[in-house]
């Protein structure tokens, strides 16, 4: 899932570490009001500016070093070669009052900072245990993936996809949760769940896409006006790589890339999942042969509908054709030119690129 080049989303503002010049802010302050003083032919009333160091030392600081600074900046309050404007006994206790409360708000600024990291670390566990990193070849698919989720600090959301390797072949899923965020993450992993076990049984695909939609309407059965469903896309490769049956629900086929063209695939779009598939509409599928060098690109609505300030959708089929190099290569290629093009994305992002071929030996 393109974990290690995964963008880092969160400013320092929002619980990444602060930059460099945050954390050498407060001793250059400091070094820089003591030699202006020192140089200086007549005394300079800048005292005021030593009161701004132990607060700036919060930002980044644990408690003890918070605690030298601002002994520090006592200190050469009360040195005579450095002429502050001689400080009166208020002006001390002020400074000192605040070093104080500062060295107490560190203290609760790191409590909470390692409680954050507790949480990401759990966040993580989360993302790898519904859905893990995707390797980079699945029986005879090569494979690369990325996620996006629209819910900033988070790291999973209502967008998931998975390849998957069973007795009648290598099979893929990618869909939609209605929703975003945390709220549909419990839906993602049940559906995941269920993917996954078909995948050992069901003989085609079809079936796959009816046992995803049993499993939606089994979860929202006993909530009073629910309205629980998802779209998803499910593909099912033969052994050779020569061709590839779609299912559709409610979710457009993936994009075929062949000899330097995108294509959007012809593919009927069916019920979305949840809608009770195999009693009303169930799901009809396409096998597309397939050519050697052939990729399928498969995107999220948050690529498809992903606008830029103008209001334009963004160009995939125009722009895909010009990202080189491998698979990874090609999904990074989209993501910075989709970010560049719809800084403002309010939806989950995901994209899943495929190169069927021979299965390896084993």
């Known amino acids: 899932m393109s974990g290690a080049r995964d963008r880092d989303r969160r ?58 600074l601002g002994a520090l900046v006592l200190l050469v309050l009360n040195v005579p070669a450095f002429r502050l404007n001689d400080p009166g006994s208020t002006d001390v206790l002020t400074v000192g009052f605040v070093a104080a409360l500062s060295v107490f708000v560190s203290f609760v600024r790191s409590r909470r900072d390692a409680q954050l990291v507790t949480e990401r670390a759990v ?20 494979c690369a993936g990325l996620y996006r989720a629209a819910q900033s600090g988070t790291l999973v959301g209502g967008d998931f996809f998975d390849v998957r390797e069973g007795p009648c072949g290598v099979r893929v899923v990618m869909g939609d949760v209605q929703g975003h965020g945390l709220s549909a993450v419990s839906t993602v992993a049940s559906l995941l769940g269920a993917f996954r076990e078909a995948v050992l049984d069901r003989p085609d695909p079809e079936s796959v896409a009816e046992r995803l939609d049993r499993r939606l309407v089994v979860d929202s059965a006993g909530v009073r006006h629910s ?27 993936p994009v075929l890339l062949r000899d330097g063209r995108a294509v959007e695939l012809d593919v009927p779009v069916g019920t979305p999942l949840g809608m009770g598939l195999s009693g009303a509409s169930p799901p009809t599928g396409v096998t597309v042969p397939l050519r050697p060098g052939d990729r399928l690109f498969l995107a999220s609505d948050g690529v498809w509908e992903a606008r830029d300030a103008a209001g334009a959708f ?21 993501w910075a030119d989709l970010v560049r093009y719809a800084p403002a994305l309010q939806d989950d992002v995901t994209m899943l690129v495929l190169a069927p071929g021979k299965p390896e030996p084993r």
């Not at 302050?29 to 700036?56: E, K, Y």
């Open 11 to 68: 400013s320092w503002l929002q619980g990444a570490p602060p930059p460099g010049w945050v954390r050498v802010l407060p001793a250059v302050l400091l070094v820089g009001v003591c030699v202006a003083t020192l140089v200086s032919p007549d005394p300079l009333d800048i005292g005021f500016l030593l009161g701004a160091i132990p607060p700036l030392a919060v930002l980044s600081y644990a408690p003890a070093a918070t605690a030298v």
């Open 123 to 142: 966040a993580e566990a989360a993302q790898r245990a519904v859905a893990p990193p995707l390797p980079g070849r699945v029986g005879g698919v090569r």
């Open 227 to 253: 309205e629980l469903f998802a779209t998803a896309v499910v593909l099912d490769f033969d052994v050779g790589g020569t061709a590839v049956r779609i299912v559709a629900c409610g979710q457009p086929g």
């Open 314 to 334: 963004y160009p995939l089929l125009d722009r895909i054709t010009g990202f080189a190099g491998d698979l990874p290569d090609l999904v990074e290629g989209v």
